[in-house]
């Protein structure tokens, strides 16, 4: 995943209409049809995408916070918690109607972390009711981050009576591990 995005423009080839821009070449490299092919430009089947000098795989091997990082980060995260994985138990902590962000759990008997999420455009502060959990109830507890894309770093957040308060910037998600923590 690098992020390619769509080209309006691109031809629709056996029916496939408004999707050609998904089925356009992998952009490998800002060399001759993104490095793709070494056929002339007008055999490939679908053109290469506009953007390839700017958004291919070699340009996103380098640059930390990349589409291509952060989707590599996620991956190996999801292999190393069994909470992310398909048979762990998922709760919805905070979701509501014309608010964009959203909160929820996922657990297994190892672990709970917690995936705060905010797509849309404005920094959002909630507040999450974690006491619900009941693998945690009575415990005092912490969410640290494991991984966080919001410009800013996430700071350990101490959760009182199984409440926790939440800032999300815009664009933002954050993957927390609840940690036990002294009283």
């Known amino acids: 995943e690098i992020g390619l995005q769509d080209d309006h423009d691109a031809p629709s080839v056996e029916g496939s209409g408004a999707r050609a821009s998904a089925r356009t070449p992998m952009q490998w490299d800002d060399s001759r049809n993104a490095g793709f092919s070494a056929a002339p430009k ?3 089947y679908l053109p290469v995408n506009r953007d390839f000098k700017e958004r291919n795989v070699k340009m996103q091997t380098c640059k930390p916070g990349s589409v291509l990082d952060e989707t590599r980060k996620l991956i190996a995260l999801r292999r190393e918690h069994p909470a992310l994985r398909a048979k762990a138990g ?7 109607k014309r608010d964009a962000a959203y909160v929820y759990a996922r657990y297994d008997g190892e672990e709970t972390l917690v995936i705060a999420l ?9 507040t999450v ?3 619900r959990l009941s693998q945690n109830r009575g415990k ?6 494991l991984v966080s894309k ?3 770093e996430f700071p350990t957040t101490a959760v009182r ?6 800032e999300l910037m815009p664009f933002a ?9 002294a009283g």
Do not use: C, Q, W
């Not at 905010?118 to 909630?126: H, L």
């Not at 998600?173 to 923590?181: A, D």
């Open 150 to 152: 919001s410009g800013m």
């Open 173 to 181: 998600y954050h993957v927390l591990k609840m940690e036990e923590s």
């Open 129 to 131: 009711d974690l006491s």
């Open 42 to 44: 007008n055999k490939l």
């Open 118 to 126: 905010n797509p849309g455009k404005t920094p959002r502060k909630i």
């Open 140 to 145: 005092t507890f912490a969410l640290k981050a």
């Open 90 to 96: 998922k709760t919805t902590l905070y979701a509501k």
């Open 161 to 166: 009576a199984g409440i926790a308060r939440l």
